[in-house]
């Protein structure tokens, strides 16, 4: 049973940093393809970044590109997005995703196979 872990959300006002993890349980002899996406209220679910099993592939949405950063530790089976200059418009619940694949390859679609329960992020302005 695969089990994702958000956590690192909260609040923060705008132009602030946050740093979310998000640890895997379940399935740890390889390492999975990782993404971040977020939901707003009213908002249908949009992908943010996502990093290939390596860490040798990345890719970001446009939104987000020079403020957040992906990274992973395989060790610890747990990815992270750091979340700088950050704006009232990034507020959202924040998920992460696995999917577990034969090759490297960075996802950036919701074609994942396992998801979190989402941590809150709010920018107030």
């Known amino acids: 049973q695969v089990q994702l872990v958000e956590s690192g959300g909260g609040l923060v006002q705008d132009g602030g940093s946050l740093r979310l993890s998000c640890a895997a349980s379940?399935?740890?002899?390889?390492?999975?393809?990782m993404g971040w996406f977020r939901q707003a209220p009213g908002k249908e679910r949009e992908f943010v970044a996502a990093?290939?099993?390596?860490?040798?592939?990345?890719y970001y949405a446009d939104s987000v590109k020079g403020r957040f950063t992906i990274s992973r530790d395989n060790a610890k089976n747990t990815v992270y997005l750091q979340m700088n200059s950050l704006k009232p418009e990034d507020s959202a619940v924040y998920y992460c995703?696995?999917?577990?694949?034969?090759?490297?390859?960075?996802?950036?679609?919701?074609?994942?196979?396992?998801w979190g329960q989402g941590t809150q992020v709010t920018v107030s302005s």
């Open positions: 995703a696995a999917t577990w694949a034969s090759s490297d390859y960075v996802l950036p679609t919701d074609r994942y196979d396992y």
């Open positions: 379940g399935r740890t002899f390889s390492s999975p393809a």
């Open positions: 990093i290939s099993r390596s860490g040798g592939y990345i």
